[in-house]
């Protein structure tokens, strides 16, 4: 547990100061060019090379390549050296041709991913920014090879805190923007303008990807281009990877159609588009980024390690260590989220382009939200149980179940709500969805590893949930005060309901669960107070 968090909190670290810099730049943003018309066209043309990476890159890197990699440090005689410039000689030759590919493809890819009409001035401003923001595509997969590399030995600082930098470039652009751009009507934006904001996203993962590079180097790890592919496994990879590209596919599937409600939703009652949806969906991410992704990253490299030696029972040990520890912070935050979602938002979007009111109602997602965010922690965790063993054949059709399920529900709630309540049901349609994919996830899981202490977990988790109610309580009632006696929630106001409801709610939850003799929240209360100690 000790090393697990030390581990995790270095990455956290990084990842907080990312996430932290991450809520300026999404607050820039919004305060630039607006959750409405110009926002839905970045926010569609920002998300495609995301969805491309997942397909080619990203899942298999978690899944496959962290394993193999693992595998030839083992067994070769150089330690895998030659096996690791082998690997990111392909990532750069492949995801280069892949950048250009998609360049050329953007009109059809933004066709794919919005429900706009050819023709159309939002379409039109759409396939420009994604013609600017697409060439990230080979600097991003470069970066995230660097960057498994550098985790598997067991260097997972430069990582975390590269995407620091990538915020920091793209707040600036955004900045400049707000001072010398035309604004959030997207009739009058120029292409200058658009190649500001697309060439100063893309900008900023090509700093990203320049701090790995120079990370794998102080580390040892000099690149030099190697074209032996035939001793590159690729076929090894292949078989496993196959899977884990159809996993990519069967979720972008059910993106592709949630951008598309999302699209139409704005189409009928404006700033109640893609916007809210990804904004909100950001901050739904940050406790999972900041918590579950460390934990994650450090757990994958320990369980494949133990898979190779037989040793289950520290697979197990592991697994268990990792959904504790996680949700004993997830807990107290998807209580909170669900009841302080407005309080969030108004303070970071309520400014510039946006109103107040576009603020709450990104807020109201978020609350939605709150209610995915554990089972998507577990679902995520369980995930690794079966990369760790090389199946990437099961995450597939758990996947594709937990991906059906969810774009019935959408479907459904789409046709049930009104227009202006339709990105809310996409959310809760998300949350019931992997809420299902996670009781089938666990049953798979626990097949093949003989069990995954479901008991013991499960009454951990449920002393947390105990341990979270009298902070639940304070969130409600700072909520309730603001709005009945204050008329509603400004700027200040919000402030002051998260600094009650979130900061001191937060502190109110370490102390009921310290208490309550929670160990993994005795054990992050300890190795805080041992560093402030010093």
């Known amino acids: ?33 607006g959750t409405a018309l110009l926002g839905d066209a970045y926010n569609a043309a920002y998300a495609i090379p995301y969805g ?87 600097f991003f997969g470069i970066g995230a090879v660097a960057g498994a590399i550098l985790n598997t030995r067991d260097r997972y600082g430069a990582p975390m805190w590269a995407p620091v930098l990538n915020n920091v470039v793209v707040i600036v652009v955004f900045v400049l923007y707000a001072v010398v751009g035309s604004g959030n009507d997207i009739a009058q934006v120029t292409t200058g303008d658009l190649a500001l904001l697309g060439l100063g996203t893309t900008a900023g993962i090509v700093a990203q990807a320049a701090v790995l590079i120079v990370a794998l180097r102080r580390v040892g790890f000099v690149f030099m281009p190697r074209f032996d592919l035939r001793n590159a496994r690729l076929g090894e990879m292949g078989k496993a990877g196959i899977w884990t590209i159809g996993y990519a596919v069967v979720t972008q599937a059910g993106f592709m159609l949630t951008t598309n409600l999302a699209s139409s939703a704005g189409d009928a009652v404006r700033g109640h588009g ?25 757990m994958l490299p320990r369980m494949s390690r ?18 504790r520890l996680v949700c004993s912070l997830m807990v107290p935050v998807s209580l909170l989220l669900m009841v302080l979602g407005p309080a969030v938002t108004v303070p970071i979007y309520g400014h510039g382009a ?27 965790l369980l995930l690794r149980v079966f990369y760790s063993f090389g199946d990437t054949r099961t995450p597939v059709f758990v996947g ?57 977990i499960g009454m951990a988790l449920t002393r947390m949930y105990l341990a979270a109610l009298p902070t639940a309580v304070l969130a409600l009632a700072a909520v309730w005060v603001f709005t009945a006696v204050f008329g509603g929630l400004d700027f200040l106001n919000s ?40």
């Open 1 to 33: 547990m000790s090393r697990m968090l030390r581990a995790s909190a270095i990455m956290a670290a990084g990842t907080m100061v990312s996430r932290v810099t991450g809520f300026v730049r999404t607050m820039v943003l919004a305060y630039a060019i």
């Open 52 to 138: 491309i990476l997942d397909l080619l890159l990203l899942g298999v890197l978690s899944s496959v390549i962290v394993p193999m990699i693992i595998r030839a440090q083992q067994h070769d005689e150089d330690g895998g050296r030659a096996y690791e410039q082998r690997l990111l000689t392909i990532a750069t030759i492949a995801l280069g041709l892949v950048a250009v590919i998609a360049v050329l493809a953007a009109p059809l890819l933004i066709d794919l991913y919005t429900s706009w009409a050819p023709g159309s001035r939002q379409f039109e401003v759409g396939v420009m920014l994604a013609r600017f923001i697409l060439p990230q595509l080979a």
């Open 274 to 298: 893609i916007s809210p949806y990804t904004l909100a969906f950001q901050l739904f991410q940050l406790p999972y980024g900041v918590i579950g992704v460390s934990v994650i990253t450090a």
């Open 306 to 323: 133990a898979v190779s030696d037989g040793r289950f029972g520290d697979v197990r040990a592991e697994f268990a260590s990792s959904v």
């Open 354 to 380: 946006n109103s107040v009111a576009d603020a709450v109602y990104i807020g109201n997602v978020l609350q939605v939200y709150g209610l995915a965010l554990v089972p998507f922690a577990v679902f995520q």
């Open 400 to 456: 594709a179940g937990t991906t059906a399920v969810n774009a019935l529900l959408m479907l459904l709630f789409y046709a049930m709500l009104p227009p202006r309540y339709a990105v809310m049901g996409l959310a809760l349609a998300y949350a019931i969805a992997f809420g299902l994919g996670a009781v089938l996830a666990w049953w798979l899981a626990g097949r093949r590893v003989q069990g995954l202490d479901g008991w013991a």
């Open 495 to 534: 402030v002051i309901v998260l600094a009650v409801g979130g900061g001191l709610g937060l502190l109110l939850y370490l102390g009921v669960a310290h208490r309550m003799r929670i160990p993994e929240v005795n054990s992050l209360v300890g190795m805080v107070a041992r560093r402030v100690g010093r």
